[in-house]
């Protein structure tokens, strides 16, 4: 049997991986590489593939009551916020993302920024810059023996409190869908997200965006942080509300944060976020590396050539699909479905 299988859009330029891959594999597939994101084009080559891969175009339910062929769609990235999940599993279509392809660099980003937050980088850089030179103006804390908080304790989450742990940092997490750590990160303790926020130095984002985290930390919450902490987010933007926060950083009520991700991106230049010294601000490239960009690509690769051979992906992240009576075409043949994020 013949296949199509629809690159929607990927930021890695080529699809020189995939087409190698499918062509590898045995099968027959026809690869389409979309390099538009106009979503007429998509639905016109899309309706009668039997994959669809995306990095960023959005999936409304319009979109996925037209994908008639479609058994799969797979999302380059760990979030599948783009996706309307429920209409995806009302047609019978798998989604998967590509949950554990950048765990090392998203969570060596997040403990980069609490480390250039607890050593005042930035403000030291730019009183260098300026022709000064050390002044011991802005308190400074040892870090050994203060406390991160982390919101969300999924893989991400995982691997940035055992690097925490390995810099002398007690931990404690917050996750409603946990009861039990594994035994590399035992001594992290399992609180309340206010108890977290109201006695945490550094607190760390790594939750999924969805109807229940979307403004998780809103003013309230913010106001429940000490005023000498520090907020990272390197999750998903919409998570904190930017407004209040923007407002705690410009008010003094918190000492800095550390930000990959906004409500809007790219950054607005005019945002507000920008004029102030006690931010740190990257552009959304905590999941980036050579090495995550092709496990990325090839984990895509294998879902959805598992379903295209009958076979059940890695990855789910709508397991409800397996029960339903709409479900295409995929032979269930062993329990390999994956809890997306951290937990929420």
């Known amino acids: 049997m013949a296949y199509k299988v629809v690159i929607a859009d990927t930021v890695f330029g080529n699809d020189d991986i995939e087409q190698r891959l499918f062509a590898e594999s045995g099968l027959d597939v026809a690869c389409v590489y979309l390099r538009s994101r106009d979503p007429a084009e998509l639905i016109r080559q899309a309706a009668t593939a039997q994959a669809v891969t995306l990095a960023e175009t959005l999936l409304p339910r319009p979109m996925i009551e037209q994908l008639t062929s479609c058994r799969v769609i797979v999302r380059y990235g760990i979030g599948?916020?783009?996706?309307?999940?429920?209409?995806?599993?009302?047609?019978?279509?798998?989604?998967?993302?590509?949950?554990?392809?950048?765990?090392?660099?998203?969570s060596t980003h997040a403990v980069t920024l609490l480390l250039m937050l607890n050593r005042s980088i930035p403000a030291?850089?730019?009183?260098?810059?300026?022709?000064?030179?050390?002044?011991?103006?802005?308190?400074?804390?040892?870090?050994?023996?203060?406390?991160?908080?982390?919101?969300?304790?999924?893989?991400?989450?995982?691997?940035?409190?055992?690097?925490?742990l390995g810099l002398g940092l007690r931990v404690v997490a917050c996750d409603p869908n946990v009861q039990r750590l594994p035994n590399d990160v035992q001594s992290v303790r399992l609180i309340g997200l206010e108890e977290l926020l109201a006695g945490s130095d550094y607190v760390s984002l790594h939750v999924p965006l969805n109807a229940t985290t979307r403004h998780l930390i809103g003013d309230r919450e913010l106001r429940l942080l000490k005023p000498s902490a520090f907020l990272i987010n390197t999750a998903r933007g919409p998570v904190v509300d930017q407004a209040a926060l923007t407002d705690a950083l410009a008010t003094g009520r918190l000492a800095g944060a550390g930000l990959d991700v906004f409500e809007r991106e790219p950054l607005p230049a005019d945002d507000p976020l920008r004029r102030l010294d006690n931010v740190i601000l990257t552009p959304h490239a905590a999941h980036w590396s050579e090495e995550a960009s092709v496990d990325c690509r090839e984990t895509a690769v294998a879902h959805v050539l598992?379903?295209?051979?009958?076979?059940?992906?890695?990855?789910?992240?709508?397991?409800?699909?397996?029960?339903?009576?709409?479900?295409?075409?995929?032979?269930?043949?062993?329990?390999?479905?994956?809890?997306?994020?951290?937990?929420?």
């Open 80 to 106: 599948v916020d783009a996706v309307d999940l429920r209409a995806a599993t009302d047609h019978g279509i798998i989604v998967c993302n590509t949950a554990r392809y950048c765990l090392d660099e998203v």
């Open 124 to 164: 030291n850089t730019a009183r260098l810059r300026a022709g000064e030179w050390f002044s011991p103006t802005v308190p400074v804390r040892r870090l050994a023996g203060q406390q991160l908080g982390v919101v969300g304790i999924g893989n991400i989450g995982r691997e940035v409190a055992h690097k925490a």
């Open 306 to 344: 598992s379903v295209l051979r009958g076979e059940l992906p890695g990855d789910i992240v709508n397991a409800e699909v397996l029960q339903s009576a709409n479900r295409r075409s995929v032979a269930v043949t062993t329990e390999s479905t994956s809890r997306h994020g951290g937990g929420w």
